[in-house]
Nanobody, 115 residues
Framework: QVQLVESGGGLVQPGGSLRLSCAASGFTFSIYIMSWYRQAPGKERELVARISDRGGSAYYADSVKGRFSISRDNAKNTVYLQMNSLKPEDTAVYYC????????WGQGTQVTVSS
């Protein structure tokens, strides 16, 4: 059974940093592209960042480019999202996803950027 458990969210001031983690189980993590998505209140879920199976390449949405960094540890079945220079518009619930696997979304982790 595919399971994705996000953690690391919280309340942070503008300009601050957070590191999100997503622990995966129930599938062969190392062969899947992994992504982080986010959904703000009243908005559709959007792709934030994506990383290749071995971590050699990554994609970032324009809104986070230069501030966020996605990485993965295939030995730990975990994907990370380092978020720096956070802005109020980054406030959202953040979810991870294994691309190509049909499974329910996890519970996500709430990120709130506010002074």
């Amino acid at each position: 059974q595919v399971q994705l458990v996000e953690s690391g969210g919280g309340l942070v001031q503008p300009g601050g940093s957070l590191r999100l983690s997503c622990a995966a189980s129930g599938f062969t993590f190392s062969i899947y592209i992994m992504s982080w998505y986010r959904q703000a209140p009243g908005k559709e879920r959007e792709l934030v960042a994506r990383i290749s199976d071995r971590g050699g390449s990554a994609y970032y949405a324009d809104s986070v480019k230069g501030r966020f960094s996605i990485s993965r540890d295939n030995a730990k079945n975990t994907v990370y999202l380092q978020m720096n220079s956070l802005k109020p518009e980054d406030t959202a619930v953040y979810y991870c996803k294994a691309e190509g696997i049909i499974s329910p979304w996890g519970q996500g982790t709430q990120v709130t950027v506010s002074s």
